[in-house]
Structures are given as C-alpha cells and as structure tokens.
C-alpha cells in the first residue's frame, strides 16, 4: 500500500478516532488532522478540500452517524465521499466509484471494522473500466 497521505477529521474525538489515527500512523500514512472538533459541516467540507486541492491523496471523516460529513464533504467539487459500514462496501467504494472520502459513523463501527475499512479503502484502487461513469459524477 505504501505511504498515503490522508487528511482526517472529525467533529467529536472519541476512542474509536484515537485509535484511527493511531492505526494510520503506525501503518506509515502521512495524517494531515483538518477540522478537528469543528462542526460536522466543517469537518467534511475541510477534508474535502484538502483532498480536492491536492493537500491528501485521500480523506477520512468521521461524525455520530457520518452522513453529515460525507454530504458536506460532497458538496466539495472533486470529492467523492462514500459512506461506508464494512470493509466490502468501502473496497467497492474505490473500486467503483473511485471514492476518495471515507465517512465513518461513530456511533455504530467498532475499531475493528474501521481498520478493515480503511485498509480495504487504501489498498483497492478504481477500475479503470469505471471512468466513464464516474466522470459522469462531476
């Protein structure tokens, strides 16, 4: 996988943000923490910017149940924010969707399958076979 860049943010930490940021770390990714304890609009709209002007090859938002920071991260041109809940969903998200925001809900994911998320979402790259659609996205 080598080295990402990732820009991570969240509106609350938690022990399940501190052990994301932890894990990242300790995989050798450059963490770049944007809108830290800002509102959730905030924090997604930060890290779709940073990812958007090229600050983060990927991003990572987390709010209680992260849609909030997967909708305002999407309103970013460029950003395409997936909000995900197992490791195949996120995988697909790359693979299909050539997602570059992973939202987490805070509520509901275990530190487990945020790190299968993750690595699932950094390890898979986009279909090549998919880039007409998702140049359809905008």
């Given at each position: 996988?080598?080295?990402?860049?990732?820009?991570?943010?969240?509106?609350?930490?938690t022990e399940?943000?501190?052990?994301?940021?932890?894990?990242?770390?300790?995989?050798?990714?450059?963490?770049?923490?944007?809108?830290?304890?800002?509102?959730?609009?905030d924090v997604g709209r930060a890290v779709g910017q940073a990812v958007a002007e090229g600050?983060?090859?990927?991003?990572?938002?987390?709010?209680?149940?992260?849609?909030?920071?997967?909708?305002?991260?999407?309103?970013?041109?460029?950003?395409?924010?997936?909000l995900c809940t197992d490791a195949e969903t996120a995988r697909g998200a790359r693979r299909w969707n050539d997602a570059n925001v992973l939202a987490l809900g805070l509520r509901l994911t275990s530190r487990e399958v945020a790190r299968e998320m993750i690595e699932a979402f950094l390890a898979t790259?986009?279909?090549?076979?998919?880039?007409?659609?998702?140049?359809?996205l905008g």
């Open positions: 996988m080598g080295e990402v860049r990732i820009a991570f943010g969240t509106d609350e930490r399940l943000t501190e052990a994301i940021l932890t894990d990242l770390r300790e995989g050798g990714h450059r963490v770049i923490v944007v809108g830290d304890g800002a509102p959730w609009p600050d983060a090859e990927r991003g990572v938002v987390c709010c209680w149940t992260g849609t909030g920071v997967s909708i305002a991260a999407n309103k970013v041109e460029g950003v395409r924010a997936a790259g986009a279909d090549a076979e998919e880039r007409e659609n998702v140049a359809k």
